[in-house]
Nanobody, 123 residues
Framework: QVPLVESGGGLVQAGGSLRLSCAASGRTFRSYARGWFRQAPGSEREFVALISWSVGFTSYADSVKGRFTISRDNARDTVYLQMNSLKPEDTAVYYC????????????????WGQGTQVTVSS
C-alpha cells in the first residue's frame, strides 16, 4: 500500500494555477515533516518545498519562491502545494514525501514517498 497519495496534477497553460494534495494512506504522518519534490524528463529529482510538523516552518527552492505555497491540515493528515504563475519549466512529475527529521531538505532524508502526479504547463 502506497503510504502517501498525490492528486491534483494536470495540464494547465502558462500563468495558470494548480493545487496538489498529498493524503496519508494506511498510517498517520501528523508528526512528520512533509515535502514536495519534482522530476522532469531527463533530469534529477529536485526539492520544491517542505513544511515542518510543528510551528509550520516552511522552505522553498529558489525557482518556486513567491509562486508556490506549501501548507498542511493535520486534522486531515494532508499537505497541499498551491502553485501559481506556472511556467513551462515547472513541468514534471511531482512527488510528496514524509520525513521524521525536523527540517529535511534532501531526498534521502525522507522515508515515505507517494507515486507522483504529473503536472504539465503549456506555453
Amino acid at each position: 500500500q502506497v503510504p502517501l497519495v498525490e492528486s491534483g496534477g494536470g495540464l494547465v497553460q502558462a500563468g495558470g494555477s494548480l493545487r496538489l494534495s498529498c493524503a496519508a494512506s494506511g498510517r498517520t504522518f501528523r508528526s512528520y515533516a512533509r515535502g514536495w519534490f519534482r522530476q522532469a524528463p531527463g533530469s534529477e529529482r529536485e526539492f520544491v518545498a517542505l513544511i515542518s510538523w510543528s510551528v509550520g516552518f516552511t522552505s522553498y527552492a529558489d525557482s518556486v519562491k513567491g509562486r508556490f505555497t506549501i501548507s498542511r491540515d493535520n486534522a486531515r493528515d494532508t499537505v497541499y502545494l498551491q502553485m501559481n504563475s506556472l511556467k513551462p519549466e515547472d513541468t514534471a512529475v511531482y512527488y510528496c514525501a514524509a520525513s521524521p527529521i525536523r527540517i529535511p531538505t534532501k531526498g534521502d532524508e525522507y522515508t515515505y514517498w507517494g507515486q507522483g502526479t504529473q503536472v504539465t504547463v503549456s506555453s
